[in-house]
Each structure stands twice: as C-alpha cells, then as structure tokens.
C-alpha cells in the first residue's frame, strides 16, 4: 500500500502543484473574508476559529476535481493492491496534500493574528488535521459516487457539503471551547472518531461504488 | 417475495389496483383532515389559531422522513439485489420527499414567526432537517448528472444509504440538544396515555397524517408507472 | 364561528392560509406534474 500511496502522491503534487495552489487558496480565502468582515480585532478574534475550518473544507474540495478523473481504473482493478487499501491511499495522499500543509501553517498564522492565543495552537493542530482527515475521506466519497458524470465540480460541493458538515461543527466547536477556555475535549473526542470512521468507512464504500460503476458499464 | 415484484408488468398490475384504493382514502380523509384542521378543531389558548399551521406543518415533516426511509430500503434493495422496482420507487419518490420537507420548511418558518418572533433558528432540528433538504437535492441532482442513468441511479442509492444517519439524528434532536424546537409529544407509550397534545388536536394531526401519506403515495405511483412507460419507450427506441 | 373568523383566524390569517396555500399549491402541483407526464408517455406509447 505504500507503493500506491506514494504513487498517488508524486502525482498530485507534480501535476499540478497541488499542494501550493491549496495552501495558497486557503491563504488568500482568509486574506479575503478578513477584508470582507473589517479589521475589528474582537468580532475576527470571535469569528477566525470558525471561519479558517470552513476555509479548509473548501480547499478541500479544490483538490477533489481531478482526484478520480485521468485516473487509470483498470489499472487499479487488476493491481495486487485490493481496491479499497486504494482509495485509502487515495484519501491519505489528498489529505497530505491539501490538508496537511494547511493543517499545520493555519493556526501559526491565527496565533500571530490573534493575540493571546498562542495557547491554542496543539488544540487547533490537533482539531485541523483530524478535520482534514475527514474531509479527504468524505471528499473520495464524493469523488466515487460522480465518477462518470458530467458538470463534475458544482456537484460533488453539494454532495460532499452536507455531510462535511458534523466533522465542521465539531472541530470549530473545539476551537472555539479553546478560545473560551472551555472544556473543549468532547469536541476533540467526537471529532477524532468521525476522522477513524471515515477513513476507515469511506474508502470501503467509494472502491464499492467505483466497482459497481465500472462492471455496469 | 421481493423477487416476485421485481417484474414491471405484475407491479402494472397490482397499481391498477391499488391506486383507485389509495386515491379513494386521500381524498376522504385529507377532507376530513382539513375541515378538522381549518375548522372544527380548537384554537389553543396559547397560540390562538396560528396553531392550524401545524396540521400541515407535521404530517409533511412525517412525509418526509418517511419517504427518505422508504427510499434507503428501496437504495438496499437496489444495491444488494439489482432490484429494478426498487431503482423505479428511488427515482419516483426522491422528488416528492424533496416537497415534503420543503413544505416543512417553509410551513415552519411561517409559524415560527408569529409564534415565536423569528423566521429561523440555528437549533438542532432546523438544522437537521434543512441537512435533510441539502440531501435530497444532492441525490436529485445526482440521479441526472450522468450520461449512463444507471450510474444516477447506482450514484443516488448510495448517497441516499450514507443520507439514512441523518434521519435519527432528526428524530432524537430534540432530546439529545435542548433548544427552541418543541420536543416530541407523541412519542412513547408514556406520553400517549397521557398525551401532551389533547384528543381534539390529536385527531386532525393524525387525520392529516394519514391522508397526506395516501395522497403522497399515490404521487409516486403514478410517477413509477409513468418511468416505467418512459423506459420501455427508451428501450424500443434503441433497439430500432 | 362565522366566515369572518375562519378568513381572519385572529389576525394570523397570512400565516395560516398562505401556509395551507403553499402547501396545496406544491402537492397539487407535484399531483398534476406527474399525472401529465403520465399522460404524455401513455400517449406517445399508444403512437407507436
């Protein structure tokens, strides 16, 4: 599975030089809603926890496009690697490039903007990179089950959305606990263990649901 | 017996039967139910007669996690066994689930805001309930997005599979988050015996229920024959 | 209970009746949709 997951890797980050385009996506996304809301530093500071988890679920879903499409099904079918472990590889080499970078410069950035909240930062690294960890898995979902359809983009944001929603509410819900010196384990907790049942779930479901596609065909 | 349906022509068959019956109970009892509802029932001293709101308020909030549930069995069954009836029932009543919780919606933002002050609340059951919305829409626009419909359908059975967490999280909001949506007072045994909600308003609600499931029902019958038509059109046209 | 009541349903006649309103105009709407799709099917069946 290594092998695979490498493979999956070169590729998203050669191509098309994903990870920068996330990171600066996400980058800019911010830079943007913060001129959009003003420079009050207490509504930013009430409002950055929220808004940087609902910015990396949609550079998220920038990577998405392209994370079935030109891909070379047969190959993957006959490979000695079962489907599944695929797309879990699949999963892991988008969440390494899109997530993970964010995941791990976001909060530096929200500790230099927001005073006093350097205290936060394993809370928010912790909380961003199981977020991420989900919405890779759920973002594979997506990906497999518009596999093959046309006007691909629209779609698979208004599929994956509605069910990245629970792992959002959570991992800003943690944050915003931290902000507020408030317990935000519980949070953590449900959080963790909707990134492990995603990871886990979601690549068995999407290497069903590619099967069943490419055998109807 | 789930084999034995899955011929199109003996589901012609058992429609052309069952439809007239189930027409017959929709119209009866939705009379009854909005008569009851408009008229004979009691305005609540608390909510004067902005409470008539909820007999259509609630029977399309059942309608539509009814429908959502009976689509995940029909999504089991397509998936599992290849069941052509079930792929014809999931694309039939997808759309008029979508109604049902759209009339919930917009029914319960119409009483929301005489009652209590605001078109919209962030609580746990709005909320649910509008991730329900954002589903179905999903699987709608799933089911047509593809050149080959039985990747839709393949595509809409599985969404509607992984949609069927939602449902209890709908149904167990109201006990498991205490915010503004009222809780359940139909629920358990307990609470039917000594029911919060009095026999006078309990028999339109449960009038109205029943009668918008007959009539619904009969929407997607009729939208089941009519796929079956459309594909048999299809198939000869392809064949000649 | 005369007409008056019933129509201005104490003054939250809007709420109530445009909430009957748009509820009948969807289902009858979704009714009619489908029984006329129906139709043109079964017609264009019996064409060929």
Redesign the interface.
């Known amino acids: 599975m290594m092998v695979v997951y490498r493979h999956f890797l070169r590729r998203m980050t050669r191509d098309r030089g994903l990870m920068g385009q996330s990171a600066g996506f996400f980058a800019l996304a911010v830079t943007v809603c913060v001129f959009a809301i003003g420079p009050d530093a207490v509504i930013l500071s009430a409002v950055l926890p929220g808004l940087v988890w609902a910015l990396q679920l949609l550079s998220a879903l920038l990577g998405l496009s392209d994370m079935l499409e030109g891909e070379d099904l047969d190959d993957l079918l006959l490979a000695r690697t079962s489907l599944p472990a695929a797309m879990c590889a699949k999963a892991l080499a988008h969440l390494t490039a899109t997530g993970l970078p964010i995941a791990v410069l976001a909060p530096l950035a929200v500790s230099l903007l927001v005073p006093g909240s350097a205290a936060l930062l394993p809370c928010m690294w912790l909380g961003l990179a199981l977020s991420a960890a989900s919405f890779s898995a759920i973002g594979l979902?997506g990906a497999a089950?518009?596999?093959?359809?046309?006007?691909n983009a629209a779609?698979q944001a208004?599929?994956i959305?509605?069910?990245c929603?629970p792992p959002l509410i959570f991992g800003a819900g943690a944050a915003s606990a931290a902000m507020l010196d408030q317990g935000w384990q519980a949070p953590m907790a449900f959080l963790a263990a909707i990134a492990c049942a995603s990871l886990t779930l979601c690549p068995f479901?999407a290497a069903w649901?590619i099967r069943?596609?490419v055998t109807?065909? | 017996m789930i084999t034995r349906f899955a011929n199109p022509a003996r589901f012609e068959s058992l429609a052309k039967t069952l439809l007239p019956v189930l027409a017959a109970m929709a119209t009866v009892l939705l009379a009854f139910g909005l008569v009851d509802a408009?008229?004979l029932s009691p305005?609540d001293y608390q909510q004067?007669?902005?409470v008539?709101?909820m007999y259509?308020?609630v029977p399309?909030a059942w309608m539509a996690m009814f429908l959502y549930a009976c689509c995940g069995g029909a999504a089991l069954t397509f998936?599992v066994w290849k069941h052509t009836l079930a792929e014809l029932f999931l694309r039939a009543a997808l759309?008029?689930g979508a109604?049902a919780t759209?009339?919930c919606l917009?029914?319960g933002m119409?009483?929301g805001?005489?009652m209590w002050g605001t078109w919209w609340v962030w609580d746990a059951r709005l909320t649910s309930v509008l991730?329900l919305m954002?589903?179905y829409?999903?699987i709608i626009?799933?089911t047509g997005?593809?050149?080959?419909p039985?990747?839709?359908s393949?595509?809409a059975a599985?969404?509607t599979l992984?949609?069927l967490v939602n449902l209890p999280v709908i149904k167990y909001s109201v006990e498991w988050w205490n915010t503004l949506h009222q809780p359940s007072s139909l629920t358990s045994l307990n609470r039917m015996a000594n029911p919060a909600l009095s026999g006078e308003m309990l028999r339109p609600l449960l009038i109205m229920g029943l009668g918008?499931t007959c009539?619904?029902l009969?929407?997607v019958i009729?939208?089941m024959?009519?796929e079956i038509?459309?594909r048999?059109?299809n198939a000869?046209r392809v064949q000649a | 209970?005369n007409a008056g009541d019933?129509l201005g349903?104490?003054g939250?006649a809007l709420?109530?009746w445009?909430?009957?309103g748009?509820?009948f105009v969807?289902?009858v709407g979704?009714?009619v949709h489908?029984?006329v799709?129906?139709d043109r099917?079964?017609k264009?069946?019996s064409a060929?």
């Open positions: 979902l089950l518009t596999l093959g359809s046309r006007r779609l208004l599929i959305l509605p069910l929603v479901a649901i069943m596609k109807s065909a | 408009l008229l305005p004067s007669d902005a008539r709101i259509i308020h399309s998936i759309p008029v109604c759209a009339i917009v029914t119409l009483w805001q005489p991730v954002f589903l829409v999903a626009a799933l997005a593809f050149d080959r039985e990747h839709g393949i595509a599985w969404l992984i949609g918008l009539y619904l009969v929407v009729v939208r024959r009519a038509i459309a048999r059109l000869s | 209970m019933i349903m104490n939250y709420y109530v445009g909430a009957y748009l509820g969807v289902y979704v009714l489908a029984l799709r129906y099917l079964k264009r069946q060929k």
